[in-house]
């Protein structure tokens, strides 16, 4: 642990302190250090966020008090008479395999733990942390086990640093996606339909196929071609693929497909049943599609695309917004090509994930990228030989290197057929989001048997690599939510263009006004609502323009025209208008 670590753990003692006193009944769980601050998990602990102030205060007093850590090695046998009635230590106590165990003593309390710790509270300024939300969480991370209380805090080296992680927080939570998405009447998500299954409105829907007509173009112009892969996939074909064995954990169970509901619900006798699998990924169904026809040497490289939907098992509590979710659209492509075309093809990637995010508005040069190997001691958790995983590690490294990128290597972190290469951007606000995927498959042309006529007229296995640039459609549109705060660039923007009339005799005009801005994505505000309040609406769906018509407009052949952020630029005419957006490509 670093020193900012250290205190922040201590910290977490504190807080136990703190609520021991006030709450004399509550049971211990855990209190580690977390990255910004710590946690301390309680049972029997029924307290509201306005609970946490005079916490708060009371931790502040202790912190001043200079009080001393004291760490003390005990026999279990003293451990458990310490913490006879802490059942939540016990249960420690038991799975800690040496015969003596570790304590800290502060005052009067003493808490199990190996630290370390400060010394005394001195060390920390008792105005560098903050509590700051209540939540729940099971014993163990389990949901079998019982639901805990945990305060969370935050706690950085001063005052000065605490301030300025407060400002990140609150603008982070102005550009939270799952807010703003309802503000800009984007998308919601229902238990009816299914927590982590997103519903997408009018404007959501657009936003999301502007993106993917700009993704078609792109491939089209970078030499992809286009395929369609059904959602479900007979269980043989993921057996076949490794995902049923090396998958399961992410995947959902069976369909029985033999029989439709209403017979099913008369319990009818099934005469034949086969099992089908929400498929969590898309590669199968390309590797069949290439086992359709004969190949040559000559027809690679072969790249072929897919926004195709995928749905993968997540736990309730897991689930957020767009950036996780059950049901999710990857954009997807799989290149199958000859070994000697490998490294160029992985070059082409990098260079296609890296016009990406610089086409969306993404400083590529804050890009980082971890190279995720297998691990070396669990190669029973990974398909393949050991010839392919070490030629497939050492061509990505190289590749890596020669492209010049920002890349740590991970162990342990592959996907089960292949390494890969993972990508992650930096919004505005400097948080790193996980996007782009590029890996290295020589598991599936092995297991479903791809070959190709080679040059000398004999059999030989093709290479695969899968690639993802925005990772999901999902995940992609929340970051960008988050990144422009719903502020989109003119030519990302659902509705570019708000017009209002001010009132009822000015909507054959407003509408007009429309015909001749079809060009744009404009609409008319033409519902029997206030002026005032059809621009504040326009002004909390982020719509780049907001166009009013009156009398005025009406007799000069005008619109008046405000910009996004409240600027009046004035009265002019549409043609006006168009070359002034134009001019600003």
């Known amino acids: 642990m670093n020193q900012e670590e250290i205190k922040r753990h201590s910290l977490s003692h504190i807080l136990a302190i703190a609520i021991k006193e006030k709450y004399p009944n509550v049971k211990l769980g855990i209190g580690p250090a977390i990255e910004n601050g ?58 800690i395999p040496d015969e003596n165990v570790f304590v ?19 060390e920390i300024d008792p105005d560098s942390f903050k509590l700051d939300k209540i939540a729940g969480a099971y014993w163990k991370g389990d949901e ?47 238990e009816d339909v299914g927590i982590g299954l997103i519903l997408w409105h009018p404007k959501g829907a657009l936003l999301f196929r502007l993106i993917e007509d700009f993704w078609v173009k792109k491939h089209l112009e970078n030499g992809y071609d286009l395929v369609r892969t059904p959602h479900i996939g007979n269980r043989r074909l993921w057996e076949k693929s ?33 099992q089908f699998l929400l498929k969590p990924m898309n590669c199968p169904f390309h590797v069949c599609i290439y086992n359709a026809s004969p190949h040559s040497y000559r027809d690679f490289p072969l790249k072929w695309a897919e926004t195709g939907t995928v749905y993968r098992f997540e736990k309730k509590g897991e689930l957020s917004g767009l950036t996780r979710v059950r049901g999710f659209t990857q954009d997807d492509a799989h290149i199958i090509c000859r070994k000697d075309q490998v490294e160029d093809e992985l070059k082409r990637v990098i260079d296609f994930i890296l016009f990406i995010y610089k086409s969306f508005g993404f400083n590529v040069d804050s890009v980082k990228v971890y190279l995720s190997l297998r691990d070396p001691l669990k190669k029973e958790d990974y398909a393949g030989t050991d010839e392919g995983w070490d030629f497939a590690e050492s061509i990505l490294r190289k ?9 740590v290597e991970e162990k342990g972190e592959a996907a089960f057929y292949g390494p890969k290469l993972d990508f992650k951007i930096k919004d505005v606000l400097g948080r790193e989001w996980q996007c782009s995927t590029l890996q290295f498959d020589f598991n ?35 970051l960008l939510i988050e990144h422009y705060a719903g502020n989109f660039p003119f030519w990302l923007s659902p509705i570019q263009a708000s017009i209002i009339p001010v009132s009822e005799k ?37 719509i780049p323009y907001i166009i009013t018509v009156g009398d005025k407009e009406v007799e000069n052949n005008t619109i008046s025209l405000r910009k996004r952020g409240n600027e009046d630029l004035g009265e002019m005419s549409v043609s006006e208008f168009i070359n002034l957006e134009k001019n600003n490509k």
């Open 38 to 95: 710590f946690y301390y998990d309680f049972d029997n602990l029924n307290i509201t966020h306005e609970d946490l102030k005079e916490i708060e205060k009371r931790m502040k007093h202790l912190v001043r008090q200079n009080l001393a850590f004291e760490k003390q090695e005990i026999s279990k046998k003293e451990a458990k008479e310490i913490f006879e009635n802490e059942p939540y230590k016990l249960e420690l106590i038991e799975e």
């Open 104 to 122: 800290y003593k502060t005052g009067d309390f003493i808490d199990l733990c190996a630290g370390p710790h400060v010394n005394s509270t001195n």
């Open 144 to 190: 079998k086990n019982p639901m805990l209380t945990r305060i969370y805090g935050l706690a950085f080296e001063n005052k000065v640093k605490l301030k300025e992680y407060l400002k990140f927080l609150e603008e982070a939570k102005k550009r939270d996606h799952r807010i703003l998405g309802k503000d800009m009447d984007l998308f919601h998500t229902e």
């Open 242 to 274: 490794g995902h049923w064995g090396f998958y399961q954990s992410s995947m959902y169970p069976p369909l029985e497909i033999g029989q439709s509901l209403e017979e099913s619900e008369r319990q009818e006798k099934v005469e034949e049943s086969e």
């Open 399 to 407: 590749v890596a290197q020669e492209k010049n990128l920002n890349f």
């Open 444 to 478: 599936l042309p092995h297991r479903f048997g791809m070959t190709f006529i080679n040059e000398k007229g004999e059999k030989e296995e093709p290479y695969m690599l899968h690639r993802a640039l925005f990772g999901s459609f999902e995940r992609f549109i929340g």
């Open 506 to 542: 000015h909507r054959e005009y407003a509408h007009k006004v429309k015909e001749e801005l079809r060009e744009f994505r404009v609409e008319v505000k033409d519902e029997n609502e206030t002026v005032s309040k059809k621009i504040r609406e326009a002004a909390t769906q982020k």
